[in-house]
């Protein structure tokens, strides 16, 4: 018994640690774009024919299989047919 609540405990502490490690990232002024660049992305992307999902909060690239939301506003990231 001790054993199994052992392993929830590692799995909420894992799943917490990760989601402070995303949010450090997207909110390093280095790592990510300007609310600007995101929205000029995500308008091509918009009217690209790769887009998957385009009406959902959810919208992906059928090229790279990334979601858009995230990939636009990374300052690393890029088009895989270089639109943007
Ligand atoms: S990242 Fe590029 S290929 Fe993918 S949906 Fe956007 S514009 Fe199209």
Same mark, same amino acid.
């Given at each position: 018994? !001790?054993?199994? =609540? +052992? ?5 909420? +502490?894992?799943?917490?640690?990760? +989601?402070?490690?995303? &949010?450090? *990232?997207?909110?390093?002024? $280095? ?16 009217? @690209? !024919?790769? *887009?998957?999902? &385009? $009406?959902?909060?959810? &919208? ?6 990334? +979601? =858009? ?6 300052? $690393?990231?890029? @088009?895989?047919?270089? &639109?943007?």
């Amino acid at each position: 018994m !001790e054993f199994y =609540l +052992f392993g929830i405990f590692l799995l909420l +502490f894992g799943g917490y640690s990760l +989601f402070l490690y995303i &949010k450090q *990232i997207l909110n390093d002024k $280095n790592r990510v774009v300007s609310a600007k660049i995101k929205m000029y992305r995500l308008k091509i992307c918009a009217d @690209c !024919e790769h *887009i998957r999902l &385009k $009406n959902t909060m959810y &919208k992906r690239c059928h090229k790279c299989g990334c +979601f =858009l939301s995230a990939k636009s506003k990374l300052l $690393n990231q890029k @088009c895989p047919i270089d &639109k943007w």
